[in-house]
């Protein structure tokens, strides 16, 4: 066996962790490098170490208490066998070696077998008044009641679409948050023809299911097939205003407005590729998730050796699917490593892992028909709507520049008007700006291409202590 290998995983959320429970069983030591205080990712996002914050993980994770518990306990028997460094950014992927900022340090991490388990990322779409304080993405709604124990509001609004609509909405009213609507742009039909594909995982439709009674019987308005027209609120937000889609434009009796004080918005996940792209990893154009994620192979090789994406990085498909994905990407490592040869039970293993992941693709693809991302969106948004917060383009600069210069890809527009160059990288105004390009253009989101990451891919301080090198390790 080679010697002087080193495994790294980023990411210590379901995939993360599975992966590196599959290489430890074989004796290798992997680093695990991780955004969060403590392992869980976000979906088993856990309290706050220092935190007063004291719940029950019932009633944190509800019907997925018992997947969280033993994600957990997991990780922590893993501790002696791996070397977890948790609150650590990985900001560039570079020959064979990560920058990294760990509690303020830079460090340069070599590694010669990476795992990428980022994760997935909140699709946000704007609609005006979106930058007033109250205003939340799904992801940050459930931080707030996952790791600090608080609501984002007294009277909560969630809008948008997707399952974590729903989950997010029942998390807050099951604490006991006044959730006063959930509004979902996605049509009660197209829900309904969804219905054989989610029955692929019984199970899971099942607590759709229950979400969605449970809200009912604490009293929260449910609405589907809605436009979203705005926030409403000088200082912070104080209200929301909409209609339903199929209403005459201009009709001012359709308009409802609700008061609240705290609106959580998101059209469902979208990976987090930007690592996998600073890499210089082939992507290709999903049509399920209408966006562009790596090509892999079926064990999740990337087009660069040595570099494998696991779990919601890749392709969304919720929890479960991240830690097959996970141990899936292990035993790949593993068998490169020629710590395992191809006639091992490892492959039995892996066409196992294949077979349920099929039957959650089946599902996944109900899951994105029931609740797609609107189409023509952008046709609502006024010229003065802020797109990207972090350099202030409205959407008006951007369709001025795509019909004044002849812009027909989403880089170029990139170019000229600075989106997706400011702190977030294009995380929360990429899809906006490329949705409005393919509206204002005609043309397919495929067509106009995908925001290239730059490092670093997530904001740095100004000051640092100075660099230094992980040694390698053996395996």
Known sequence: MTKHRQVVIIGAGPAGVRAAETLVQEGVQPIVLDEGALWGGQIYRQPLPSGKFKRSKRTLYGFEWAKADHLHQTMARLQPLV?????????????????????????????????????????ILPLPG?????????????????????????????????????????????????????????????QRAAVPRLLHLPGVFAKGLYYLAALRRRGVRVERNVRLLGLEGQES?????????????????????????AVGIGYGLRPETQLADVARCRFVYSERDRCWIPETDAAGRTSVAGIYVAGDGASIAG???????????????????DVIAAQHDALHTMQE????????????????????????????WPDDLTICRCEEVSAGTL???????????????????????????????????????????????????RLRAQAPIKPLPAFCQSTKSTPSSSV
């Open 83 to 123: 070397d977890y460094r948790p609150e650590t950014v990985v900001w560039n992927v570079e020959e064979k070696s990560l920058d990294v900022l760990s509690k303020g340090e830079l460090e340069r991490v070599p590694f010669t077998h990476l795992i990428i388990a980022s994760g997935a990322t909140d699709r």
């Open 130 to 190: 979106w930058t007033l304080p109250g205003c939340f993405t799904m992801g940050g709604a459930q931080i707030a009641l996952k790791a600090y124990g608080c609501a984002i509001g007294r009277k909560v609004v969630f809008a948008g679409t997707g399952p974590l609509l729903y989950l997010v909405a029942y998390q807050y009213a099951k604490a006991g948050a006044h959730v006063v609507a959930v509004l979902d742009t996605s049509d009660w039909s197209r």
């Open 237 to 261: 937000v104080e209200g929301i205003r909409w209609t339903y889609r199929n209403a005459k434009p201009g009709t001012e009796e359709n308009i409802q407005q609700l008061e609240c004080d």
């Open 319 to 337: 929890a479960d699917a991240a830690e097959l994905a996970g141990k899936r990407a292990g035993l790949a490592v593993l068998h490169d490593l």
């Open 353 to 380: 892992i294949n077979r349920k992941l099929d039957r959650i693709t089946r599902f996944r693809e109900g899951i994105e028909h029931a609740f797609p991302m609107p189409e023509g969106i952008s046709t609502d």
């Open 399 to 449: 369709r001025t520049c795509i019909q004044a210069g002849g812009i027909t890809e989403i880089n170029r527009l990139k170019a000229v008007t600075r989106v997706g160059m400011g702190r977030c990288q294009g995380r929360m105004c990429g899809t906006a700006a490329t949705v409005l390009m393919s509206d204002e253009l005609g043309l397919p989101l495929k067509e106009v291409g």
